[in-house]
């Protein structure tokens, strides 16, 4: 047996004895048949019943040497619907990348991983099983800007008018990383050259915000190929998912087609341009989308009775208008997603820093 086995091996039981000393009922590599006629693998079956109803729940153990991907956690989600099983859950050794603890939230699937299995198992256990460092993987682009000087545009921000005196107080600083959407679009307009109409058929792609969908700007030739990056340190979660995105712009150019009066013909022209179509336009097709982390430096600012966000970027170190306006218009979830400031008090704790 390799050491990569042995340590599923070991994984599963330790696992399983946890369950045992909480009162289930477990079995190992359980096989089940499910509705579907197929049968399914299970590493840890766990069932506690009382004299109304018995509880089940699957525990997948994942001894690999990489974050898992969202595949892992649709692959459980479906064995939980065709067994009719209670609960899911992935234990992970070396955590998992962005896309599959959104895809765990909107199926209900809890992970476990480098974190979880210390507290829960022991530090000497976890360290028999070669625990990796908790770590959250994802697509992104790595922070250049300097922390010092975008720090000190923070401060600026809370400046007056002729920025001789503090009108808000900067009580909280860090880098996090904030989700974005990288749409391609295929847009179809017509053209006249040389007195003659045609199609023409451009590819464009543009950058929405995760949190709420806004249109930020064509995405810049100057961000590069995303990498992998560690969202573990602070990120903000996303707020909506890619298809609200795409489903917004199908439908705001449909609206715009239909109607014929000017004036709705204009209202509608505006709403499709706010989400980075130009028109007139022909067609609009959404070709693709994927999940990306950027840099930024999260300013809070606070006076009596206001506070709000002030983001940076972390390549340019320029302050953020759009994403700063988003950003304040949700500040229960920015705070949440990256343990930010408490709500006002009488005296604004320090600006917290790496």
Not at 38 to 63: M, N, Q, Y
Request: aromatic share 6%; glycine share 10%; with cysteine.
């Amino acid at each position: 047996m390799t050491a990569s086995a042995e340590r599923a091996q070991l994984l599963e039981e330790r696992i399983g004895d946890h369950f045992a000393a909480h009162g289930y009922v477990v079995r190992r590599n359980a096989y089940l048949d499910g509705r579907s006629g197929g049968t399914h693998e299970i590493d840890v079956l766990a069932e506690k019943s009382d004299p109304l109803t018995t509880f089940r729940l699957a525990v997948e153990c994942k001894a690999w040497e990489s974050p898992i991907e969202k595949d892992a956690v649709s692959k459980l989600s479906y064995v939980l619907a065709d067994l009719g099983l209670n609960k899911g859950i992935i234990v992970a050794l070396h955590g998992w990348r962005a896309g599959a603890e959104q895809a765990a939230v909107e199926l209900g699937i809890d992970l476990w991983g480098p974190a979880e299995l210390d507290q829960l198992l022991g530090r000497a256990v976890a360290r028999q099983l070669d625990v990796g460092r908790p770590a959250q993987v994802a697509r992104g682009y790595p922070f250049s800007a300097s922390e010092e000087r975008a720090l000190a545009r923070a401060r600026a921000q809370g400046k007056g008018r002729l920025g001789l005196r503090t009108v808000e107080q900067l009580v909280w600083f860090d880098p996090v990383w904030v989700p974005v959407y990288l749409v391609a679009l295929s847009i179809t307009s017509m053209e006249v050259r040389w007195g003659r109409e045609r199609f023409v058929t451009k590819s464009v792609t543009n950058t929405y915000e995760a949190v709420s969908g806004t249109f930020l700007g064509p995405a810049s030739p100057e961000d590069g190929a995303a990498v992998d990056v560690d969202l573990s340190g602070g990120a903000i979660r996303p707020g909506v998912r890619d298809t609200r995105v795409a489903t917004e712009i199908r439908r705001a150019f449909d609206r715009w087609n239909d109607v014929q009066q000017d004036a709705s013909k204009r209202r509608h022209a505006a709403a499709l341009e706010a989400l980075g179509v130009d028109v007139p336009c022909r067609s609009v097709s959404v070709d693709g989308c994927c999940l990306v982390h950027v840099p930024t430096y999260i300013g809070w600012l606070r006076a009596d009775e206001h506070e709000r966000v002030v983001a940076l970027s972390g390549v340019s170190g320029s302050v953020l208008d759009e994403l700063s306006a988003v950003l304040t218009s949700h500040l229960s979830h920015v705070r949440s997603s990256v343990r930010g400031p408490g709500p006002r008090s009488g005296s604004a704790p320090a600006p917290r820093r790496r």
